[in-house]
């Protein structure tokens, strides 16, 4: 390692070990979720359903706008950085995409204030939010800039600063957010610039930690043509950005067709994607959960199937699937039986639609927080992409039963789509990697089906989660000989850490109660010092 890269390594911009990575990532990952729900909370109290309405698709479009503006180059920051960092030429790497970012981030800003009226339409189904969409440009400027610095970040492989500004980001917004609401306006524009806002000092966080680093980043002698770095960062980063929109835009197209179609009762779109926001608070956090697990266990898997234990491989994904479906469910019925609480308690009963079609909204995000778990075979065969074609086709029926549901049902018309939808994504996911080698057996199908329970009521969903626990333990139709003999071992290995642990703090308490416990047999015990003259 040159004395550059040794500079970097130990300065701001160092790596976090994997070990290191995965314990800041679940600490600070708890600690910022439950600021995110809280926050939500306190949001959906404060705001009616058209406010919150407004706020839910103004973020639509902050995620959904900055990788089609900046053509997802800091998404390929992953996969190249490292490759520059060695070759000495990060300086440049960053110069130029620094340079290329901003540029296409200031005009697309531009673009977006010139033509409020036309972005209104298209994001909140009116011409009457221009002033939104003038505080949204703002907004998407800074997210694009935030987002730069974590991908930089993430590639750089430091943890501890990625970790760092997305919960300082988290901790902006809701101090912000509740400030501006309470001091200058009460509707989703105070939301908006409060997000703009966290992303602004959290992108200035970032700069400064480029910054401090910079001095120490290797300088070298061979110059990097244009053509030689382009060529290599747009093919990937356009595949990137081809990811991002698929996933953008299934995960907002059901809010879309409600703003942009007829609604059976004639009640404003807004406030029906308001109703909606409400019931995705908590199932989204349940499937980010999984999100979570999923990554994490991504390099364990590919571990088994690059050493060639194959069978291995697919007995601990078909496990891992089936126990998370059950603690999803879990969560699921918890999320119910709180559901009085959350939604007449602390959203002061104004969501009584959100609170309708909950049920449902737990079902779809428990099938998608299972799809990602299950990806997990194809990012070991090596075929990503073929996530794709699930989340393509998925869109497409979304797209196409909201336009047959929605005028009819309404929101529940919406979301019984978007379930629809999510089942096809999982069983494409599934028929992929079985293809590859992948067998989903009788007991993964029974314990997928048992999410269904959730829209009879959680005592129903209760119960049907009990029997196919019950069903679990007992025979070996849900879960084989192999999956059990697999959990055995690992609850023996937890219970052996968990013995030596209680045995090492009682030999600590032991030795703070008798501090000559432990002295050489051989020498005799030294009397206790009289008390001192001086």
């Avoid at 992953?78 to 340079?99: A, D, G, I, N, P």
């Avoid at 997305?166 to 809701?174: E, K, T, V, W, Y």
């Avoid at 990097?224 to 990811?243: D, I, Q």
């Amino acid at each position: 390692m040159s004395t550059g890269q040794t500079q970097v390594a130990a300065g701001s911009m160092r790596t976090d070990t994997l070990a290191d990575s995965v314990l800041i990532l679940l600490a600070l990952t708890v600690l910022q979720r439950g600021i995110g729900f809280l926050r939500t909370v306190l949001f959906c109290r404060w705001l009616d359903a058209g406010q919150l309405g407004q706020w839910d698709m103004a973020f639509g479009f902050i995620v959904l706008a900055p990788p089609l503006i900046v053509l997802a180059i800091p998404g390929a920051f992953k996969r190249y950085v490292e490759h520059y960092r060695q070759q000495s030429q990060l300086r440049t790497l960053l110069r130029r995409t620094m340079l290329v970012c901003g540029g296409l981030s200031l005009g697309a800003a531009a673009v977006i204030y010139g033509a409020s009226s036309s972005f209104s339409w298209l994001i909140f189904g009116t011409t009457d939010h221009a002033d939104l969409v003038a505080i949204l440009a703002f907004a998407v400027l800074t997210a694009i800039a935030f987002n730069f610095f974590t991908e930089l970040f993430s590639a750089l492989r430091n943890v501890r600063v990625v970790s760092r500004l997305q919960l300082i980001n988290s901790l902006a917004f809701a101090v912000i957010g509740a400030t501006l609401l309470f001091v200058w306006r009460k509707d989703s524009a105070s939301i908006i610039l409060a997000y703009g806002g966290a992303c602004l000092v959290s992108a200035a966080l970032a700069a400064c930690y480029l910054a401090r680093a910079w001095p120490a980043l290797p300088q070298t002698m061979t110059p990097l043509t244009h053509r030689a770095l382009w060529s290599k960062l747009v093919p990937f980063a356009g595949w990137v950005c081809v990811m991002n929109l698929l996933a953008n835009l299934f995960e907002l197209a059901d809010r879309y067709m409600l703003i942009h179609w007829s609604l059976p009762d004639g009640t404003d779109p807004l406030v029906t994607v308001g109703q909606y926001h409400s019931s995705r608070v908590m199932p989204l956090l349940l499937a980010s959960v999984a999100g979570l697990l999923a990554t994490l266990v991504t390099p364990h898997f590919s571990c088994d199937w690059e050493a060639g234990r194959r069978d291995h491989l697919r007995l601990r994904l078909n496990l891992f699937i089936k126990l998370t479906a059950i603690g999803l469910n879990c969560g699921a019925i918890l999320v119910l039986f709180a559901a009085p609480l959350l939604f007449d308690v602390a959203f002061e009963g104004k969501f009584s639609s959100g609170l309708a079609v909950l049920p449902w909204t737990l079902v779809y995000c428990n099938w998608f927080g299972i799809a990602l778990v299950a990806q997990n075979y194809l990012w070991c065969a090596e075929k990503a992409r073929l996530a794709s074609v699930g989340l393509l086709a998925g869109l497409a029926v979304n797209v196409v039963l909201n336009a047959l549901l929605v005028p009819r049902m309404g929101l529940l018309g919406a979301v019984l789509a978007t379930s629809i939808a999510n089942l096809v994504v999982l069983l494409i996911v599934f028929g992929f990697a079985y293809r590859l080698g992948f067998h989903v057996d009788r007991g993964m199908w029974v314990i997928l089906a048992a999410s269904l329970a959730l829209v009879l009521g959680p005592w129903i969903a209760l119960a049907v989660l009990a029997m196919v626990v019950i069903e679990a333990v007992c025979s070996d139709r849900l879960l084989s000989p192999a999956e059990k003999q697999l959990l055995i071992a690992a609850a023996a290995r937890y219970a052996d850490k968990a013995r030596s642990v209680r045995f090492v703090t009682r030999l600590a308490a032991a030795d703070a109660a008798e501090p000559r416990r432990f002295v050489d047999a051989g020498t005799p015990p030294q009397p206790p010092a009289g008390p001192s003259r001086g």
